[in-house]
């Protein structure tokens, strides 16, 4: 038992009809730390990610945040959750500032302080200028920045994002980069899933590997590397898809 947990997910199965997506996975997650969640397509990982972000429950097993059950308080969790899923959920005939809108009054924010933070996660996320375009005009990368936007407004304590850098251009890895380093310096906790996590591994504290719902590897990348032998994360996931 790791005593710096902040985020405890214990012994989680979860099937979809007789197929088991995740097989006792059990992680602890610290304060403040990126984590990094990998694996090649089909390991589990967005399975992992979405009951985290309460969307879905566990077969069997929790996971605790701050020592609060996801089963049974899942409404005060996602309070303190910002979580942005693989598929791009906006609607492109609106624009950006207009989505980001709709969000923040899911999230209850009203009047002068909603303006304000809708300006400020654009403006993060460097799509302030596009704010009145609409999403329909905007480059997937675009589209993939304004969706972390929107898991911002409600300023959450936990980032947990799925795949962020798939198929987005290099300014927007930039820009999702240099935020994912703005927002740990200022106490966020960071859960990124990714079958090929490329260039955020250098702001992965700790990783863990997933492969067929199964929990292979868990602490620093350099850890992992030594004990596996293995000279690189790519070199690993090879040896995962040969199996
Ligand atoms: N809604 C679903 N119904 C049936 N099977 C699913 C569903 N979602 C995921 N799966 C299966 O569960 C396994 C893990 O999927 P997923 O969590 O999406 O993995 P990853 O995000 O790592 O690619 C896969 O075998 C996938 O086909
Ligand atoms: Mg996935």
């Not at 038992?1 to 997910?9: C, E, G, L, Y």
């Not at 304000?116 to 993060?124: F, S």
């Not at 997937?140 to 850098?165: F, Q, V, Y």
């Not at 994912?180 to 990124?192: A, D, E, P, Q, V």
Request: proline share 3%; glycine share 8%.
């Amino acid at each position: 038992m790791d005593t710096n947990s902040f985020i405890s997910v214990r012994d989680v199965t979860k099937k979809y009809r007789s197929r088991i997506a995740l097989d006792r996975v059990s992680i602890e997650v610290r304060r403040g730390e990126v984590f990094g969640l990998i694996g090649p397509n089909g390991a589990g990982k967005s399975t992992f990610i979405s009951m985290l972000a309460t969307i879905n429950k566990p077969d069997s097993g929790d996971i605790l945040v701050d020592g609060e059950s996801i089963v049974k308080t899942p409404g005060r969790i996602r309070e303190r959750i910002g979580y942005v899923p693989q598929e791009i959920a906006l609607y492109p005939m609106l624009s950006a500032y207009d989505n980001l809108d709709l969000w923040a009054g899911v999230y209850g924010l009203k009047g002068q302080q909603k303006k304000q933070r809708i300006r400020a996660v654009l403006d993060y996320l460097r799509l302030g200028d596009r704010s009145r375009d609409r999403v329909a005009t905007f480059s997937g990368g675009m589209k993939r920045r304004l969706n972390i936007a929107a898991s911002l407004l409600h300023k959450p304590e936990i980032l947990i994002m799925d795949e962020p850098t798939a198929g987005v251009d290099i300014l927007s890895r930039t820009t999702i980069s240099e935020m994912i380093r703005s927002l740990k310096n200022r106490g966020c906790t960071i859960i990124i899933a990714s079958h090929y996590i490329d260039e955020l591994e250098s702001l992965c504290d700790r990783v863990a590997i997933l492969n067929k719902g199964v929990l292979l590897h868990t602490g620093t990348l350099k850890g992992i590397l030594s004990k596996t032998g293995t000279e690189s994360l790519e070199a690993l996931m090879l040896n995962l898809e040969e199996m």
